[in-house]
Nanobody, 123 residues
């Protein structure tokens, strides 16, 4: 079992940057694929980015490719999401997720979730 806690959300102006962080309480963090999703009211959680066990393999949604960067530190049991060039369409609750298998863009594939952190981008 893995417990995840996100932090780093807030209010930022369009064009600005934020760095989200996810802290895991489990001691087998390095064996999990990690990902970030985001959700707005009335919609399903959308895939943002994923990172493999070693941190070498990464995957990004087309909407954030070139602007967001996912990274992990297995020694600290953390995964980060650096978000640059933010726009109002990035406004959402951002969730950290984990699974034991390969990277996936489907929220139903992830067994473990954090509580979410709000990101609001003003125009």
């Amino acid at each position: 079992q893995v417990q995840l806690v996100e932090s780093g959300g807030g209010l930022v102006q369009a064009g600005g940057s934020l760095r989200l962080s996810c802290a895991a309480s489990g001691r087998t963090f390095s064996s999990y694929v990690m990902a970030w999703f985001r959700q707005t009211p009335g919609k399903e959680r959308d895939f943002v980015a994923a990172i493999g066990w070693s941190g070498i393999s990464t995957s990004y949604a087309n909407s954030v490719k070139g602007r967001f960067t996912i990274s992990r530190d297995n020694a600290k049991n953390t995964v980060d999401l650096q978000m640059n060039s933010l726009n109002p369409e990035d406004t959402a609750v951002y969730y950290c997720a984990a699974r034991r298998s390969s990277m996936s863009s489907m929220y139903s594939a992830y067994a473990y979730w954090g509580q979410g952190t709000q990101v609001t981008v003003s125009s």
